[in-house]
């Protein structure tokens, strides 16, 4: 959030009289002995949203150069989860209502084990490594966020798919007594996400449970979320309940809800502008310029073979 103070010393002393220099002057140490204090009001106020810290997270081997991350309180107050509202700030204000315990994850579908976990023993079960990752929405902006989590192949293996196996679905709990926003009929719910098998198993793409070394906080998608970094944000979908491996492409909530500007693969591409508007620039909160957005997110040289010969175009 960026708090815009027109600075004391901006006035011009010709502008003011005797007296108003006097009320200038004191309104300059005011503001001063308020910005003073602001850094240490902003860190008691975000301490007291902060979860609880994780242990035993490996630090990311591989951080992504020159980039610093975004801070708690950018992550967790500027949030896209329509299940608590449509405005950027409604996820922070409504979704911490949402039990996230007890958790069930049903996998199912096109494997020799189906079942389900417990988050507890997710928790228990896969080693938990830091990732901070890009990430890049659809609308043009952009944060860096050091994730907590696995990776989804992890996960995966221990259902057994079958060779049958070619897509992975993914749905979001549905619940309209504890997500609010389903009453309305913004979206086809329960929010549903796919990727192809080999997009699933690669080893960028993780499960997150944590952020900056704590729980994962409700608006980020707690207590599991999908993180794919080379794609547009939709693709990482939050609180999920259910995960089915099947043979076909499996539908897409904004895939469905309007075909003509998001597609299944949506990858992060400068070159395929949304219909309605450039996705040349993003602009990364906390910062006033924009930076030109990068093939696959900054990740083409991790993923680029997975699409080799596919036109991005026409599988956008
Ligand atoms: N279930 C669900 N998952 C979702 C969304 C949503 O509305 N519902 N929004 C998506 C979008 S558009 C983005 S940009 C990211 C935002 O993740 P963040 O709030 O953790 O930054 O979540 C994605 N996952
Ligand atoms: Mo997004």
């Not at 926003?181 to 997009?199: S, T």
Request: with cysteine; hydrophobic share 40%.
């Amino acid at each position: 959030m960026l708090i815009r103070v027109r600075p004391g010393w901006a006035l011009r002393e010709s502008e003011v009289t005797d007296e108003g220099l006097w009320r200038a002057r004191r309104r300059f140490l005011s503001v001063a002995a308020g910005l003073a204090a602001a850094p240490a009001l902003a860190r008691a106020a975000s301490e007291a949203t902060m979860t609880a810290p994780l242990p035993d997270v490996r630090p990311d081997p591989a951080p992504p150069p020159g980039e610093r991350p975004n801070t708690w309180e950018q992550i967790t107050r500027y949030n896209n989860f329509y299940e608590f509202g449509t405005g950027k700030r409604d996820p922070a204000r409504y979704a911490g209502r949402l039990r996230t315990r007890p958790w069930t994850v049903v996998v199912e579908g096109e494997c020799e084990r189906p079942g389900e976990i417990g988050i507890e023993d997710i928790l228990r079960g896969f080693p938990l490594e830091e990732r901070i990752y890009r990430l890049r929405c659809v609308e043009g902006w952009s944060m860096v966020i050091p994730w907590v989590g696995f990776p989804l192949r992890r996960l995966l293996e221990r259902f057994r798919p079958t060779s049958a196996a070619r897509y992975v679905a993914f749905e979001t709990l549905h619940d309209p007594e504890r997500m609010p926003g389903q009453h309305r009929r913004i979206l086809d719910w329960p929010y549903r996400e796919g990727l192809r098998m080999d997009e699933a198993v690669h080893p960028l793409t993780i499960l997150a449970v944590g952020l900056h070394g704590r729980v994962l906080p409700n608006q980020n998608g707690a207590p599991l979320r999908l993180v794919v970094p080379w794609k547009y944000g939709f693709k990482s979908i939050k609180s999920i309940v259910r995960i089915r491996l099947v043979r076909e492409r499996p539908p897409t909530t904004w895939s469905q809800a309007a075909p003509h500007e998001y597609g299944f693969y949506a990858n992060v591409n400068p070159d395929v502008p949304h219909p309605r508007w450039s996705q040349r620039y993003e602009r990364r909160i906390g910062e006033l310029r924009r930076r030109p957005t990068l093939p696959f997110n900054g990740y083409a040289e991790a993923v680029a073979h997975l699409y080799a010969g596919m036109d991005l175009r026409r599988f956008f």
